[in-house]
C-alpha cells in the first residue's frame, strides 16, 4: 500500500512548486485519512448511500436519463429543446425540472452523465442555483457518473481522443465540484458493443466498475442461466492486474425501466392510483407486478442486490411525474415488509448499487476478450457501423491529429499562441468539436444526415480557430510573420499555393516525439522544381501526373497538372522548411507508361504484379528476404433490403447484412499504369467508374501503400452496396486474425468462435466482422502481413489466408434502429453520391518482429505531419528548422498529450506503445527523465495523476475484486514513485502535470 504518502504529497501539490526530489522526504506510513468527502462536513459519494436491509433483496431504482450528445438532432437542438418534431427531447429542461424535484424529498436520487450537457446548464444558472446545485452533489443526491463529455462509442474511436474526451469532461466536474463532483462509477448504457480498451482506460481513470447494456443475445442468455451478469473485466494483457482490471455489470432491461413501469410523459404506462376511494384503486396490482419482476430479475444476478434503470432517452423532462410515482412505489412495496414481505426497495445510483456488490465479498467470473461484435438477433450483427461513414470517420482522425499538433504548440509557442500576428484563439473549440464526435452516434456514423454535417461543421470551425494558433506559435518560433497558408484538400492535389506559385516553403510540423521522413505531394503545374532542405542542400523531387481519378474526385475544386513528391525528414516534436522553387529549363514530367506493370520495389520492400490481370500478385520484404503470394481485389456485398424469408432485417447504418456471403466482384482485371522515379514508384489500377487505387512504395518507405478511392456506389440497381477489399495470401492463418482495439493493444479473432461461449453462426460474412481501429493482421509461424487502417473501419477473415476491410457503403433502407434514414451520403460536390478516398499500409515481417514496424507506423498515420506554406523565399533570419525536445524519445515511447494546463504548468502524457509479447526489443521497460526533455523549457515541478488528469495518482483507491480462478486477492502492484525518471512498462500510460518555465 502507498497511502501514507498522501497528506503530505497533497500539501506540497498545492502550487506544484517544490522540485520533485523533496517529495520523497517525506512520507512514511500514517493511517490513511478520511475520504475527502467526510472531511468537508459532506456526504457524498459512497457515503450518501441509502441503507439496504442485508436479509432482503434490495432493489436498487437508479432514476436517470440518456442524452446523446446528438443523434436524430444535433447536440444544440437537444440541449434546446429545437426541432421536437424531429424527436421530442429538451436537455436544459430536463435539468430545470430534475433539480425541483430532487430538492422536494431529500431521498430522491438522480444521476447525471453527459458533461457536454451539463456544462451548458451550469453556465447559464445563477450563483444561487449553482449553490443549490452543489449542495445536492455534495450531499449525493445529484451524482455525476462516466462524466466524460460524451458517453463514447466503443469501436470506431481512438484512444487518444477518448481519454481527451473524458478528460475535459472529469476536469470540468473536479473544477465545480471538488471530490463530490468525481464519478466512481463508468456507465455505457447505449453504446453497440465493448471495447477491451475502453475497459482497460476506465480502470486507469480510477472508476471502481463500469454497467453497460448491450449484450450480445447468445452471451446474454448463457450469462443469465451462470449468473455471470457481472463480472471482472482484465483489460490489458500486459498491465499488471489488478491495474487494468474493472468490475463490470451487465444491466437486466437494456437502460430502461421493468415493462408496465414507464412513469415519463413519454409513456403510457398507468400510473399509482393510490385513493382506495376510487374507481382504479391498482396499489395491489402495480405491488404484485413489481415484485414478481423483481423477484425474477433477482434469479440471474448474484446477490441479494438488483438494480432498475428508471428512465430512458431524453427523459424526465417533466420529472415530477416520474418521481412522484417512484415515492409511492417505494412506500407501498416497503410496507408489505410488515406482513413478512422480503423485497426492500430504495432511491439508488450505480455507485451505491456496486457497494453493496462489494460488500457481498464474492469472486467473480473472469473475462479477458471483447464484448464484440454485437448482435440483438440472428440475422442483426452491428457490425455496419465500424465503416458507416468512412469520410466523417477519416474526418474525425485528421482532427484528432490537429488538435494534438494545435496543443502541442499552444505550449511550444508560448503565450504568442494564443496572442499574436494572426490573431487571438485557442484549441477550445476543436477539443470541444473532437469530444462530441466520440459520442456513439457521432464518429459511429449511426446519426442523421444533418447531424452527421453539424459535427463536421464544428471540426472545421474547431481547425480554423487552431490555425491561428499555429500561425502565431510557428511565428514565434521561427521569427518570421510571413502569412501561412493550409491545404487540407491534398490528398485530392488540391492547394492553391503550390498550383499557382513559382517560388514557396513547406514547414512540416512534426507531432511525434520521434523524428519521421514523410514523403510531400503537392500540385503544381510546373514540371521540374529545385528543392531544397533547411539545411539548403538540394533534395531529391519527381514530378508526376496528376493521375485520372484524382481528377475525377476534385472536379472543379483545384486546377493542376502535376503532382511534385519528395521526401522530408521532420524532426521529433518539431518542424523544418523546405523550399521550391520553379526552374525554368525544366525537364518534363515523368512519363505514364501505360504497360503491363510487373514490379515496384525500394530498399526495403518489393510488389510484383499480374501481367495478365494488373493485380497485385507477391509481397516481399527484401531485408528479411520474406516473400507471400498476394492478390488483392475489389467487391461488394449486396446489401439485403428485407425481404427475406430467414428475417426481415435490412442492412443500414448500424447492422451489416448482406444478402449473400458471396461478395460481387467488381472486376477480373485492372487497366494500369506505372510511374517510375526515384521518389515514388507507382501503378494506377483503374477497375471501373467508381473503384479506383494507386499501389505506391516511396523510396524510404517500410509499408506499401494502397491508396483507394472507391464512390460515387451506383444504386440505379436498386441495390444497396457495401464496398470492400480483399487481400488473398499464401499465409496459413486458419481461421484467426487479429484486430486493434481503439487503436492499442491487439485481440485475436477466431472465426465463427467466441472466447467466452459457444457460439451459434447464424450471419458466416457480419458475424465475422471486427471493428479494425488502426490495424489488423493475418500471421503464421513465418510470416505476418499487417495492415495498417487511416481511418476506423470493419473487417474480416473469412477465408483461410485472407483479410477483408470494408470500405465503403451506400443502402437504400433504414435498419430500424431508430435513426430513420437510409445510409445514403450525397453532398453538394458529389451530388451523385459520396466518392471517398483513403489509404491502407501493408507491412511484410516475421512475426517476433512485426511490432517494430507496425506501432511506429500506426502512430505516424495517426499524428501525420501537418504541412503549412509560406509564399516567396524565407527571410534571411528566419529559424527553418526546430525541435521542442532535448532529443528524440526511445522507439518504445510515444508522446501521447502535451498541453497546457493551467497558470504555468503542461499536462504531459507518455505511453509505451508495445505490448509486452509483442517484440524482442520494443517490449522491454524503458526510462525516460522529465528533467531532460524539452529543449525550451524547464520542468520545476512534476505531479503525477490518474489517466484521466482529475486524480492525484497517489489520492486513486479503487475497490479491489478477486476473481473467481484465483484464491488470494491481488495486491496492489508496486508503483514507482514520480520522480524526474520515469520508467514505462508495456502498454503504461503515466500521465503528470509539470510546471515549467519557458527558456
Ligand atoms: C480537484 O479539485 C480539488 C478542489 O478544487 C482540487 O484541490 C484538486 O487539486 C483537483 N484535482 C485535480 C487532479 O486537479
Ligand atoms: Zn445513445
Not at 472508476?207 to 453497460?212: R, S, Y
Not at 417512484?326 to 423485497?343: E, F, H, M, P, T
Not at 477466431?750 to 489488423?776: C, H, M
Not at 488470494?968 to 508503483?975: A, F, I, S
Request: hydrophobic share 35%; net charge negative; aromatic share 10%.
Amino acid at each position: 500500500m502507498t497511502e501514507g504518502k498522501v497528506s503530505t504529497m497533497a500539501a506540497d501539490r498545492q502550487h506544484l512548486s517544490t522540485a520533485v526530489p523533496l517529495l520523497f522526504l517525506l512520507g512514511g506510513l500514517s493511517a490513511f485519512p478520511l475520504g475527502p468527502e467526510k472531511s468537508a462536513g459532506v456526504s457524498c459519494g459512497y457515503e450518501s448511500c441509502h441503507p439496504t436491509k442485508p436479509d432482503m433483496l434490495n432493489v436498487h431504482l437508479v432514476p436517470h436519463t440518456h442524452d446523446d450528445v446528438g443523434w436524430l438532432k444535433t447536440v444544440d437542438q437537444y440541449y434546446y429543446g429545437d426541432r421536437n418534431d424531429i424527436q421530442h427531447a429538451g436537455v436544459q429542461y430536463i435539468l430545470d425540472s430534475v433539480v425541483d424535484q430532487l430538492l422536494k424529498n431529500p431521498d430522491r436520487r438522480f444521476i447525471y452523465v453527459e458533461t457536454a450537457f451539463f456544462f451548458r446548464w451550469w453556465k447559464q444558472q445563477s450563483p444561487a442555483m449553482q449553490e443549490t446545485v452543489k449542495q445536492l452533489v455534495n450531499e449525493g443526491r445529484l451524482e455525476f457518473v462516466n462524466g466524460g463529455w460524451c458517453m463514447s462509442d466503443e469501436a470506431t474511436t481512438h484512444y487518444s481522443a477518448v481519454i481527451d474526451q473524458m478528460t475535459m469532461g472529469l476536469r470540468f466536474l473536479n473544477d465545480t465540484f471538488g471530490p463530490c463532483g468525481r464519478p466512481r462509477v463508468a456507465w455505457h448504457i447505449d453504446p453497440f458493443g465493448h471495447a477491451r480498451e475502453h475497459a482497460s482506460m476506465f480502470a486507469q481513470m480510477g472508476f471502481d466498475g463500469f454497467f453497460f447494456g448491450r449484450v450480445d443475445y447468445q452471451d446474454r442468455a448463457r450469462r443469465m442461466l451462470a449468473r455471470e451478469q457481472e463480472l471482472l473485466w482484465r483489460a490489458s494483457d500486459s498491465l499488471t492486474p489488478p491495474l487494468a482490471d474493472l468490475f463490470t455489470g451487465i444491466l437486466p432491461n437494456g437502460y430502461n425501466p421493468p415493462e408496465g413501469f414507464c412513469w415519463d410523459q413519454s409513456c403510457d404506462d398507468p400510473p399509482i392510483r393510490d385513493d382506495p376511494d376510487l374507481e382504479d384503486y391498482n396499489v395491489n396490482d402495480v405491488v404484485q407486478r413489481f415484485l414478481n419482476i423483481a423477484n425474477s430479475q433477482s434469479k440471474v444476478y448474484k446477490t441479494n442486490h438488483i438494480i432498475m434503470t428508471m428512465g430512458s432517452d431524453f427523459q424526465y423532462e417533466n420529472a415530477n411525474l416520474w418521481y412522484k410515482n417512484l415515492d409511492k412505489l417505494i412506500r407501498y412495496v416497503n410496507a408489505r415488509q410488515a406482513s413478512g414481505g422480503r423485497v426492500n426497495v430504495l432511491y439508488s445510483t450505480p455507485s451505491c448499487y456496486l457497494q453493496e456488490l462489494h460488500r457481498a465479498n464474492l469472486s467473480w467470473a473472469l473475462k479477458t476478450d471483447d464484448f464484440f461484435p454485437y448482435a440483438d438477433d440472428a440475422h442483426d450483427f452491428w457490425t455496419g457501423y465500424f465503416t458507416s461513414r468512412p469520410a466523417l470517420k477519416r474526418y474525425e482522425r485528421i482532427s484528432n491529429g490537429n488538435l494534438q499538433t494545435c496543443k502541442q504548440l499552444e505550449v511550444l509557442g508560448g503565450p504568442f499562441s494564443s496572442t499574436g500576428p494572426f490573431g487571438q484563439d485557442d484549441s477550445l473549440t476543436l477539443q470541444r468539436a473532437m469530444a462530441v464526435a466520440q459520442h456513439h452516434d457521432a464518429v459511429s456514423g449511426t446519426e442523421k444526415q444533418h447531424v452527421a454535417n453539424d459535427y463536421a461543421r464544428r471540426l472545421a470551425d474547431g481547425w480554423r480557430r487552431c490555425q491561428v494558433v499555429v500561425s502565431n506559435a510557428l511565428a514565434a518560433l521561427s521569427g518570421s510573420m510571413a502569412e501561412r497558408f493550409y491545404c487540407d484538400g491534398l490528398n485530392i492535389s488540391v492547394c492553391p499555393i503550390s498550383e499557382s506559385s513559382k517560388q514557396f516553403s513547406v514547414s512540416v510540423y512534426n507531432p511525434l516525439a520521434r523524428p519521421v521522413v514523410w514523403p510531400v505531394r503537392l500540385p503544381v503545374n510546373g514540371t521540374a522544381y529545385l528543392v531544397s532542405d533547411a539545411g539548403g542542400r538540394p533534395v531529391d523531387s519527381q514530378v508526376l501526373p496528376v493521375s485520372r481519378a484524382t481528377r475525377e474526385v476534385r472536379r472543379s475544386r483545384g486546377f493542376a497538372v502535376n503532382e511534385l513528391v519528395f521526401q522530408v525528414r521532420a524532426p521529433p516534436l518539431g518542424y523544418t522548411t523546405y523550399s521550391v522553387t520553379l526552374r525554368t529549363a525544366g525537364a518534363p514530367a515523368a512519363a505514364v507508361q501505360r504497360r503491363a506493370a510487373a514490379s515496384i520495389q525500394n530498399k526495403f520492400l518489393k510488389a510484383t504484379f499480374d501481367p495478365e490481370t494488373g493485380l497485385l500478385s507477391s509481397f516481399s520484404n527484401l531485408e528479411t528476404n520474406q516473400t507471400v503470394q498476394l492478390t488483392q481485389n475489389f467487391y461488394w456485398y449486396n446489401a439485403s433490403d428485407g425481404n427475406n424469408s430467414a428475417s426481415d432485417q435490412p442492412s443500414g447504418a448500424y447492422i451489416f447484412r448482406p444478402n449473400s456471403s458471396t461478395p460481387f466482384l467488381i472486376s477480373k482485371t485492372a487497366k494500369t499504369e506505372i510511374v517510375q522515379g526515384s521518389v515514388v514508384q507507382e501503378v494506377r489500377q483503374w477497375f471501373s467508374p467508381w473503384v479506383s487505387q494507386v499501389v505506391r512504395l516511396y523510396a524510404d518507405s517500410r509499408a506499401l501503400e494502397l491508396e483507394w478511392t472507391v464512390g460515387p456506389l451506383p444504386i440505379q440497381d436498386d441495390l444497396g452496396k457495401e464496398v470492400i477489399t480483399r487481400l488473398d495470401s499464401s499465409i496459413q492463418t486458419g481461421g484467426v486474425f487479429y484486430t486493434d482495439s481503439n487503436g492499442r493493444e491487439v485481440l485475436q479473432r477466431k472465426k465463427d468462435f467466441r472466447p467466452t461461449w459457444k457460439l451459434r453462426q447464424s450471419e458466416p460474412v457480419a458475424g465475422n466482422y471486427y471493428p479494425i481501429n488502426s490495424r489488423a493482421f493475418i500471421k503464421d509461424d513465418e510470416d505476418q502481413l499487417t495492415v495498417v487502417t487511416d481511418r476506423s473501419q470493419g473487417g474480416g477473415s473469412i477465408r483461410n489466408g485472407s483479410l477483408e476491410i470494408m470500405l465503403h457503403r451506400r443502402l437504400l433502407y433504414d435498419d430500424v434502429r431508430g435513426v430513420g434514414e437510409p445510409l445514403n451520403e450525397t453532398s453538394h460536390v458529389f451530388p451523385d453520391g459520396l466518392v471517398v478516398r483513403g489509404r491502407l499500409l501493408l507491412t511484410l515481417d516475421r512475426p517476433a518482429a512485426a511490432a517494430d514496424t507496425h506501432r511506429p507506423l500506426a502512430q505516424q498515420e495517426v499524428l501525420q505531419p501537418l504541412l503549412t506554406f509560406t509564399e516567396g523565399a524565407p527571410k534571411p533570419d528566419t529559424q527553418l528548422e526546430f525541435s521542442g525536445l532535448q532529443a528524440a524519445l526511445p522507439p518504445a515511447v510515444h508522446l501521447l498529450t502535451l498541453s497546457r494546463w493551467d497558470g504555468d504548468s503542461v499536462l504531459l502524457r507518455l505511453e509505451h506503445q508495445f505490448q509486452s509479447w509483442e517484440s524482442d526489443v520494443g517490449s522491454q521497460p524503458v526510462t525516460v527523465s522529465l528533467q531532460k526533455l524539452f529543449a525550451t523549457m524547464d520542468v520545476l515541478g512534476v505531479s503525477e495523476l490518474n489517466l484521466s488528469a482529475n486524480q492525484w495518482k497517489d489520492e486513486m483507491q479503487r475497490f479491489q475484486w478477486r476473481p473467481e480462478e484465483e484464491e488470494r486477492p491481488l495486491l496492489k502492484p508496486l508503483e514507482d514513485p514520480p520522480s524526474w525518471e520515469v520508467t514505462l512498462k508495456p502498454m503504461e500510460i503515466r500521465t503528470f502535470v509539470l510546471r515549467v518555465r519557458l527558456r
